[in-house]
Nanobody, 122 residues
C-alpha cells in the first residue's frame, strides 16, 4: 500500500507560481495513477490534474496554467502552477490508485496524502 506526502504549498500573489510535490513515503508510484485534487472552504473536493499511465488529464479550469509531471526514479509527482488566480486558493491533495481506466473522481482514488494549503492573494 502506497503512502503519499504532499508539500510545496504557500502564499503567493495573483499571477505568481508555485510547485507542489507529492512523494511516496512508503511504497512506490510504479503502476499507480497519481492525481491532484483541491478543496476550497465550503466547496466539494474537485479534480485538478492526473497522470494516468503515459497520459495526462486536466480540469478545464487549470488547462494551460498547470502542468503535472512525474519523476519515477524519485517516486514524486509535481504540479507546476502558473498564472495563479484567487479562485485557485484551496487545500491541495494528492491521491493514488492502481492504474486502471476510470473517471477522475475522489471516490476512485483510495490513497490520499495529507493536503497542502495554497493561498493566492489578489
Amino acid at each position: 500500500q502506497v503512502q503519499l506526502v504532499a508539500s510545496g504549498g504557500g502564499v503567493v500573489q495573483a499571477g505568481g507560481s508555485l510547485r507542489l510535490s507529492c512523494t511516496a513515503s512508503r511504497g512506490t508510484f510504479s503502476g499507480y495513477d497519481i492525481a491532484w485534487f483541491r478543496q476550497a472552504p465550503g466547496k466539494e473536493r474537485e479534480f485538478v490534474a492526473a497522470t494516468i499511465g503515459w497520459n495526462y488529464d486536466y480540469a478545464d479550469a487549470v488547462k494551460g496554467r498547470f502542468t503535472i509531471s512525474r519523476d519515477n526514479a524519485k517516486d514524486t509527482v509535481y504540479l507546476q502552477m502558473n498564472s495563479l488566480k484567487s479562485e485557485d486558493t484551496a487545500v491541495y491533495y494528492c491521491a493514488a490508485r492502481i492504474s486502471r481506466p476510470a473517471t477522475n473522481t475522489p471516490s476512485s482514488y483510495p490513497y490520499w496524502g495529507q493536503g497542502t494549503q495554497v493561498t493566492v492573494s489578489s
